[in-house]
């Protein structure tokens, strides 16, 4: 609520930021719109959140399988070097090898994002204890039953600490976003930064950041549920 | 299934071969480009035929079947020796190629392509997936990748490859970059040891007293939230103000812009990792253990000091090789406030477009990021082996 109050009420603080910096002449930033920004924003975590999430939980689900659990230890392998790679420089690398715009962007976002989340995702079915698979197997349930209603519902809560680290990720890779022409909520910060102009950079920020917090609450609150439905589930 | 050992074929090794093979066919391995700010055009295979060829299909001949041979140790360190020797072949003969076309253009530019970078990362994976099945323990394998990899330092040393694009720009820009290397060491140490000094102590409060640790990882997470980028922002303002309301503050090269807001929030993100693995390293100590001491007739500071801090370590030391990774990716972002470093050579090449140039900055932080990592997970392998 108070992120959308601030987004469109940021023009209504031309007076306060005026104040703050007396000095300029244009105190709120105003190539577009805070609310189209926010959007912008938005659109691209979520257009690389959700291919990551489907890409990622998909290759941890193979890599657990028996036919893919040879392959384990050199994903692993490759997903600890990819995560010593700041997320700035996978974006850089990708910008001028594709173009300038939004999709380097995406793609940036999408390959870095998968990591978090299939990392979730082996440690998360990693946490099923044995016995649960073998008392379903016992139980007659087809594999695909087990992944379903045993494997995927237990290791539900690591999985998603594994999209919440992501989806936190990048929206801050999605402010850089804007140094290689995407137009996101960073776009304040950097014309901001670069022409001398603190009151942008202070509006973007705080927008950024808010939605960061916004974002991980809302995790915070799926995870609570998650927890929930689960006690209410082994009650039963 | 079989389990691996009684398998005839290695598939891991067979996927690992048929994607080099495929990024050799679908990609050029070298670009050329009239000059440095055009975007190259494949080199035709013909034009890379060199006196380094030996070295590419030797190792290539060994690589292609060994997915079909049994797994076993003969086995896997050939293509270990076999995948490293191939990377080098391919540096080699990219040096030797840009030699070639920059005697016949002075100002054109050979880069590596898109099936370089793949079949180096191929390589690679090849390599450590054999070593790490040559070598169970981490510290051993640590030194086998070290001596498997160090003959492409010396290939780099040597001058060979200094035609390459990359190379060149950093011939051109020496100085910049010596700066900048200094300046992001600079950084890191100026965020890892104050955050160090109050972290620790915080961690250990934050252990006996668990109101305290609730409300200090609360701020700590939301701090943690905050993407870099807006926390920099936020701190322009009121370091500006502090350094236009106290003159020694400003001399002291406190400002808005620059090294202070930089490392202040870098500092803030870093205390995060290295509370929480004071926390857990402290929490993962036996009771036992310290009821034992305590049962001896050691004083509480001497359990703490003989007990529990070195029982910790292990885990306290995973924490700073997780923060320093982190500094060192993040330390990047700040060069958009003017805090120097690779990243201002980053958004430098990314403003001209110059893709050589974001190579420039882009590979030492990967490369400084990769050392710390591989460095502290040696320490922390060494101190597991102690029973």
């Known amino acids: 609520m108070a992120l959308l109050a601030l987004a469109l009420g940021m023009p209504r603080l031309g007076p306060l930021f005026s104040a703050l910096y007396p000095e300029l002449d244009r105190p709120i930033y105003q190539q577009d719109s805070f609310v189209d920004l926010l959007l912008a924003h938005i659109a691209m975590v979520l257009g690389s959140s959700v291919p990551a999430v489907a890409l990622g939980v998909g290759a941890g689900i193979a890599l657990t399988r028996p036919w893919g659990r040879e392959f384990r230890p050199l994903v692993e392998t490759a997903v600890a070097i990819g995560q010593t790679f700041p997320p700035v420089a996978v974006l850089a690398v990708a910008a001028p090898l594709i173009g300038f715009g939004v999709r380097p962007a995406l793609i940036a976002l999408l390959l870095y994002g998968l990591l978090p989340i299939l990392q979730g995702t082996l440690a998360g079915l990693a946490t099923v204890p044995a016995a649960s698979r073998e008392a379903a197997q016992g139980l007659g349930m087809s594999t695909r039953g087990i992944l379903w209603r045993i494997e995927l519902p237990l290791a539900a809560p690591v999985i998603l600490a594994g999209i919440r680290t992501s989806v936190i990720i990048n929206i801050g890779t999605a402010a850089i976003a804007s140094t290689v022409g995407a137009k996101t909520l960073g776009s304040p910060i950097i014309v901001g930064l670069s022409g001398f102009n603190s009151a942008y950079v202070i509006q973007g920020a705080l927008l950024v950041g808010l939605l960061a917090i916004v974002a991980d609450q809302a995790f915070e609150r799926a995870a609570r549920r998650l927890g929930h439905w689960r006690g209410a589930g082994t009650a039963v | 299934m079989p389990p691996f050992s009684q398998r005839k074929h290695d598939r891991v090794l067979l996927a690992l071969t048929l994607l080099m093979l495929a990024s050799l066919y679908a990609w050029p391995l070298l670009t050329w480009a009239p000059n440095r700010l055009l975007t190259g055009h494949a080199l035709p295979w013909s034009r890379l035929a060199n006196g380094w060829h030996p070295l590419l299909w030797l190792p290539g001949m060994l690589l292609l079947p060994a997915w079909a041979l049994r797994p076993r140790r003969l086995v896997w360190l050939a293509t270990a020796l076999a995948a490293a020797a191939l990377l080098a072949g391919l540096c080699g003969l990219a040096g030797a190629v840009a030699a070639e076309e920059a005697a016949r253009t002075p100002f054109g530019r050979t880069s590596f392509g898109a099936a370089f970078w793949s079949m180096a990362l191929l390589c690679w994976l090849t390599a450590a997936h054999c070593l790490t099945r040559l070598f169970?323990?981490?510290?051993?394998?640590?030194?086998?990748?070290?001596?498997?990899?160090?003959?492409?330092?010396?290939?780099?040393?040597?001058?060979?490859?200094?035609?390459?694009?990359?190379?060149?720009?950093?011939?051109?820009?020496?100085?910049?970059?010596?700066?900048?290397?200094?300046?992001?060491?600079?950084?890191?140490?100026?965020?890892?040891?104050?955050?160090i000094a109050t972290g620790w102590p915080l961690g250990l409060l934050a252990f006996r007293r668990p109101a305290l640790r609730q409300a200090l990882f609360a701020v700590l997470n939301i701090i943690q939230t905050i993407p870099s980028i807006a926390l920099f922002g936020l701190l322009i303002a009121p370091l500006a103000w502090l350094a236009q309301t106290s003159p020694w503050l400003a001399r002291a090269g406190v400002g808005g812009i620059g090294m202070a807001p930089a490392v202040i929030a870098l500092a803030l993100y870093a205390l995060l990792p290295i509370v929480r693995s004071m926390v857990a390293g402290l929490e993962q100590v036996p009771a036992a253990v310290v009821e034992a001491a305590a049962g001896m007739g050691l004083s509480q500071r001497q359990i703490l000091l003989r007990v529990e801090l070195p029982l910790a370590l292990p885990v306290v030391l995973a924490g700073i090789r997780i923060t320093a990774v982190q500094t060192v990716g993040m330390a990047s972002v700040a060069a958009l406030i003017g805090a120097g470093g690779f990243g201002a050579i980053m958004f430098q090449g990314l403003a001209g477009s110059a893709l050589d140039l974001v190579l420039l900055g882009v590979i030492p932080v990967v490369a400084l990021a990769v050392v710390l990592d591989a460095l502290f997970s040696f320490f922390e392998s060494l101190l597991e082996i102690r029973p």
């Open chain 2, 136 to 195: 169970p323990r981490h510290s051993s394998r640590s030194i086998a990748h070290l001596l498997l990899w160090a003959p492409l330092g010396l290939l780099l040393a040597s001058g060979r490859m200094d035609e390459l694009s990359v190379l060149k720009e950093y011939a051109n820009r020496q100085d910049v970059f010596d700066d900048a290397l200094w300046r992001h060491v600079q950084i890191l140490l100026a965020t890892l040891l104050p955050a």
